[in-house]
């Protein structure tokens, strides 16, 4: 198993679920002053980004930029529904599935290569 692959894709998946949980866990204490609710996101997305530096790293030796922004994207959405589900108990209706599916088809096409 080539770990180049592999890494990236699992380092993305982590640091979006860090950052997804940067963006949004603040809404549970909405009493918290607003530089607090900044200072906690940020300490959050530190761990975000000490996933997602090496990811992109790792990746670019393997997979293109629009690749890479692309599984980026897609572990975006993926943890956004997890996070929101979660923490909020809000889970996706079909507007939100079609969308992501349509994401998905979209990552499909990078990942393809030239049509034609």
Not at 19 to 24: E, F, K, L, S, V
Not at 67 to 94: C, I, R, Y
């Amino acid at each position: 198993m080539n770990w180049s692959f592999v890494a990236p894709v699992a380092l993305l998946a982590g640091s979006n679920l860090f950052m997804n949980t940067a963006w949004y866990l603040h809404l549970k204490v909405p009493g918290k002053a607003l530089w607090v609710a900044v200072a906690m996101s940020w300490g959050i997305a530190f761990f975000e980004y000490c996933l997602a530096v090496p990811a992109n790293r790792i990746g670019s030796q393997v997979y293109s930029l629009g690749q890479l922004k692309v599984m980026q994207e897609a572990f975006s959405l993926l943890g956004f529904v997890l996070v929101a589900w979660a923490l909020f108990g809000q889970k996706p209706g079909w507007n939100e599935l079609v969308g992501f599916c349509l994401v998905g088809a979209g990552a499909w096409f990078i990942f393809k290569g030239p049509l034609g």
